[in-house]
Nanobody, 126 residues
Framework: QGQLVESGGGLVQAGASLRLSCTAS????????MAWFRQAPGKEREFVAA????????SYADSIQDRFTISRDKAKNTVHLQMNSLKPEATAVYYC???????????????????WGQGTQVTVSS
C-alpha cells in the first residue's frame, strides 16, 4: 500500500510564502501522477497542481497564476509545493494525491486518484 504524508502547512500573512512537502512510501511511484489538491470549508476539493513522478507534463490550476511551483526530490521520495505571494483565498486544507497512471486529460480530476494524504492546513490572514 502506498502512503502519502504531507507537512509544511501553517498560518501566514498575505504575501508570504510556504513550502508544502509530501513524502511517499510503501511502493514505487515511478509511473505515477503526483498532485496537490485543496479544500476550503464548505467548498469542493479543488485541483492545484500535478505532474508525472518521473517526467512528463506539468499542470497548474488557472487561479495559481505562476505563484505556485510543484517539484520533486527523487532521492527523498518527496514532492513539494512552493507557494509564493499567498492570498487569503488560498486558505484550505492541502492534500497530496497520487495515481498509477499519467493521463493528461485526468490530471485535474480528484476522483481518478487512488492515494491521498491526511492533509495539511494552510491559513492565510489578510
Amino acid at each position: 500500500q502506498g502512503q502519502l504524508v504531507e507537512s509544511g502547512g501553517g498560518l501566514v500573512q498575505a504575501g508570504a510564502s510556504l513550502r508544502l512537502s509530501c513524502t511517499a512510501s510503501g511502493r514505487t511511484f515511478s509511473s505515477y501522477t503526483m498532485a496537490w489538491f485543496r479544500q476550503a470549508p464548505g467548498k469542493e476539493r479543488e485541483f492545484v497542481a500535478a505532474f508525472g513522478w518521473n517526467s512528463g507534463p506539468t499542470s497548474y490550476a488557472d487561479s495559481i497564476q505562476d505563484r505556485f511551483t510543484i517539484s520533486r526530490d527523487k532521492a527523498k521520495n518527496t514532492v513539494h509545493l512552493q507557494m509564493n505571494s499567498l492570498k487569503p483565498e488560498a486558505t484550505a486544507v492541502y492534500y497530496c494525491a497520487s495515481k498509477p497512471t499519467l493521463i493528461v486529460g485526468t490530471m485535474r480530476s480528484p476522483e481518478k486518484y487512488s492515494y491521498w494524504g491526511q492533509g495539511t492546513q494552510v491559513t492565510v490572514s489578510s
